[in-house]
């Protein structure tokens, strides 16, 4: 394949609901919806799931514009790409900036599954033809209001139930859920809320059966999360830690976490994603795949990549509606008794409503051949 031109549409979508975590609250969202179009005019949609700050990590959405503008949309213009695995390896001397060059990459392996005819799941080599979910749940300001959100979630089916803590809203509040529902598939995410010198308070999560706790410690440190593992009983899942497939290994070689909960926009896209489903599952490592309030162009990546074998353990890919008043696909996301089905549709299996989409859009950007790669250093 040959790509023409690169689209960036910058949105500005309302939450239906606030999202809290221990990073702070969030109402809107930023997202850019990445269209790559070949010569013959078919098209693959990519989303970019880079924060409005540099909280989550050092990337930021100007700063993912800059990028994809600058060097990771022109480095593709014109280029002969027969896989998509190319594009990684075009991107290769670039450091870092994953979820700029994710979301390109992104849009290209919908390309190469819509030329090929077959679903952006089986160009991945998944075999699944529907995916377990579970829901992510934000900070409440009170445990009745989380525990009238757990049941609303209960009702509808999800597999199992994420909270977020941080410290002062952590044990007492895990306690509080685990008398109401004691049996339910519960796990906790931190977001790096915590350090070593809060030991004893997440050794008193032990007692609760928690499927893991995500992320307590911060990002790079894997070395005090093995510390941590071997000091808890509750298996410890990386999210944020996990930025690349080394890290993925040495992660696993320190015995940092038992279980990995991979990000394609975190990981620097699908390709990298399959290459560390590959090794999680050599070293008998589950994965789920984690959520970053997307909408439904990166949900349905989410899907796809979550048909692959070794994603044993439900993700976060909840329905458009639990995020969206409309989402900007058709058909949405639609999560029932705690499933999704995936489309047998070439591509990611729906179709961007550009109708749906204007109610949100605040700039079109548009990247072709004229858009010379911008660099003092080439080759």
Same mark, same amino acid.
């Not at 309302?14 to 999202?19: A, K, Q, S, V």
């Not at 919908?110 to 579970?134: F, M, P, R």
């Not at 906790?188 to 706790?213: C, P, R």
């Not at 979550?306 to 458009?320: E, K, R, V």
């Given at each position: 394949?040959?790509i023409?031109?690169?689209k960036?549409?910058?949105?500005l979508m309302?939450? #239906?609901?606030?999202?809290t975590?221990?990073?702070?609250?969030?109402?809107?969202?930023?997202?850019?919806?990445?269209?790559?179009?070949?010569?013959?005019?078919?098209?693959?949609?990519?989303?970019?799931?880079?924060?409005?700050?540099?909280l989550?990590?050092?990337?930021?959405?100007?700063?993912?514009l800059?990028?994809?503008?600058?060097?990771?949309?022109?480095?593709?213009?014109?280029?002969?790409?027969?896989?998509?695995?190319?594009?990684?390896?075009?991107?290769?001397?670039?450091?870092?900036n994953?979820?700029?060059?994710?979301?390109?990459?992104?849009?290209?392996?919908?390309?190469?599954?819509?030329?090929?005819?077959?679903?952006?799941?089986?160009?991945?080599?998944?075999?699944?033809?529907?995916?377990?979910?579970?829901?992510?749940?934000?900070?409440?300001?009170?445990?009745e209001a989380?525990?009238?959100?757990?049941?609303?979630?209960?009702?509808?089916?999800?597999?199992?139930?994420?909270?977020?803590?941080?410290?002062?809203?952590?044990?007492?509040?895990?306690?509080?859920? #685990?008398?109401?529902?004691?049996?339910?598939?519960?796990?906790?995410?931190?977001?790096?809320?915590?350090?070593?010198?809060?030991?004893?308070?997440?050794?008193?999560?032990?007692?609760?059966?928690?499927?893991?706790?995500?992320?307590?410690?911060?990002?790079?440190?894997?070395?005090?999360?093995?510390?941590?593992?071997?000091?808890?009983?509750?298996?410890?899942?990386?999210?944020?830690?996990?930025?690349s497939?080394?890290a993925a290994?040495?992660?696993?070689?320190?015995?940092?976490?038992?279980?990995?909960?991979?990000?394609?926009?975190?990981?620097?896209?699908?390709?990298?994603?399959?290459?560390?489903?590959?090794?999680?599952?050599?070293?008998?490592?589950?994965?789920?795949?984690?959520?970053?309030?997307?909408?439904?162009?990166? #949900?349905?990546?989410?899907v796809?990549?979550?048909?692959?074998?070794?994603?044993?353990?439900?993700?976060?890919?909840?329905?458009?509606? #639990?995020?969206?008043f409309?989402?900007i696909?058709?058909?949405?996301?639609?999560?029932?008794?705690?499933?999704?089905?995936?489309?047998?549709?070439?591509?990611?299996?729906?179709?961007?409503?550009?109708?749906?989409?204007?109610?949100?859009?605040?700039?079109?950007?548009?990247?072709?051949?004229?858009?010379?790669?911008?660099?003092?250093m080439?080759?």
């Open positions: 394949m040959k023409k031109e690169i960036l549409y910058q949105l309302d939450m #239906r609901n606030p999202f975590t221990s990073f702070g609250t969030q109402q809107k969202r930023f997202i850019t919806i990445v269209e790559a179009i070949d010569e013959d005019g078919t098209s693959g949609f990519g989303e970019c799931v880079s924060g409005e700050d540099p989550y990590s050092e990337e930021f959405m100007d700063s993912t800059i990028a994809l503008k600058k060097y990771f949309g022109p480095l593709v213009i014109g280029k002969e790409i027969s896989h998509p695995d190319e594009v990684w390896e075009i991107y290769k001397p670039f450091k870092r994953n979820m700029a060059k994710a979301c390109i990459e992104g849009a290209v392996w919908d390309l190469y599954a819509k030329q090929k005819g077959i679903t952006l799941a089986e160009a991945l080599g998944g075999k699944k033809t529907s995916v377990d979910v579970g829901v992510s749940l934000g900070i409440e300001d009170t445990d989380l525990l009238e959100k757990i049941d609303e979630k209960v009702k509808e089916g999800y597999k199992r139930i994420k909270v977020k803590i941080k410290p002062g809203r952590d044990v007492d509040m895990i306690k509080n859920i #685990r008398e109401v529902y004691p049996d339910i598939p519960l796990m906790v995410d931190a977001n790096s809320a915590y350090t070593l010198d809060d030991i004893e308070t997440l050794k008193a999560l032990d007692e609760f059966n928690l499927m893991m706790i995500e992320q307590p410690l911060m990002a790079g440190d894997l070395i005090d999360h093995a510390k941590l593992q071997k000091e808890i009983k509750t298996p410890v899942c990386l999210d944020e830690s996990i930025d497939y080394e290994a040495a992660a696993i070689e320190m015995g940092s976490c038992q279980i990995i909960n991979v990000k394609v926009g975190r990981v620097g896209g699908l390709t990298q994603s399959i290459k560390i489903h590959d090794l999680a599952e050599k070293h008998n490592i589950p994965l789920w795949c984690g959520g970053m309030l997307e909408a439904g162009v990166g #949900r349905l990546h989410n796809a990549i979550t048909s692959l074998s070794n994603f044993t353990l439900p993700g976060d890919t909840a329905s458009s509606s #639990r995020y969206w409309e989402d696909i058709t058909p949405e996301v639609v999560a029932e008794n705690g499933t999704v089905t995936i489309s047998d549709k070439p591509g990611i299996g729906a179709e961007v409503d550009f109708d749906k989409m204007k109610q949100y859009l605040v700039k079109t950007e548009t990247i072709t051949a004229d858009d010379q790669l911008d660099m003092i080439h080759n």
